[in-house]
């Protein structure tokens, strides 16, 4: 499920009249290629993955393809942008609903590692695959990895206020958040996720705090 929808229930426009907007149509067609690309590639990795395997699993003809996308790697970024922009929603929603900071930290981990427990193929394509997929892949990923960062940096700020360290220490939390399910997601354990959230946040944040 890439950005929210669900692969099990894949929309179908038949051909002909459907009665949808263009851009509606667009934004159907785009969704089955996002959820076909994370299906491909946690399949055979990006390396292996073609226009022509994403195209087999979307059921979408090439011309559709290249009217939306410039090439495999244009697809893979908006699929990976299309999924973090869907996981960092969940992530702020789950963190602005509690009340302390301890508790949004541990709550926002939970949102983030449930997703990827319950998406393995996303999972793989935004934690594994994402560093062979070219520049702007990565790029994307320094991005959202900073947005991330910097909802940490705020829970911490609340916690010990001390602006530097609390940049340096939200960044190295998300970074070994990710360096942590990295080896799960690429073996398929991905179902001891979520209950690695309270682990985190005794082992890692409160000596963070007492620094």
Do not use: W
């Amino acid at each position: 499920m890439v950005g929210g929808m669900s692969r099990s229930q894949p929309v179908k426009l038949a051909p002909g009249t459907h009665g949808l907007a263009r851009d509606e149509v667009d934004r159907i067609q785009r969704q089955r290629l996002f959820d076909a690309m994370a299906e491909v590639v946690a399949e055979v990795g990006y390396e292996e993955t073609s226009v022509e395997r994403v195209l087999t699993a979307a059921g979408i003809s090439r011309r559709t393809f290249y009217e939306l996308f410039t090439d495999r790697e244009d697809c893979f970024v908006g699929a990976y942008e299309a999924a973090m922009r869907h996981v960092f929603k969940l992530v702020t929603d789950a963190y602005l609903d509690c009340a302390t900071p301890e508790r949004r930290i541990e709550e926002a981990l939970k949102a983030f590692l449930g997703y990827c427990a319950e998406n393995p193929s996303v999972a793989r394509m935004c934690i594994v695959e994402v560093f062979a997929a070219g520049a702007r892949a990565r790029e994307k990923r320094a991005e959202f990895m900073s947005r991330f960062a910097a909802l940490m940096q705020h829970a911490l700020g609340e916690m010990r206020g001390d602006e530097q360290l609390d940049r340096l220490a939200a960044q190295a939390l998300v970074g070994g958040v990710h360096e942590v399910i990295y080896g799960p997601i690429d073996r398929g354990d991905v179902a001891e996720l979520p209950g690695l959230a309270a682990e985190i946040v005794s082992s890692q944040i409160a000596p963070l705090v007492e620094v």
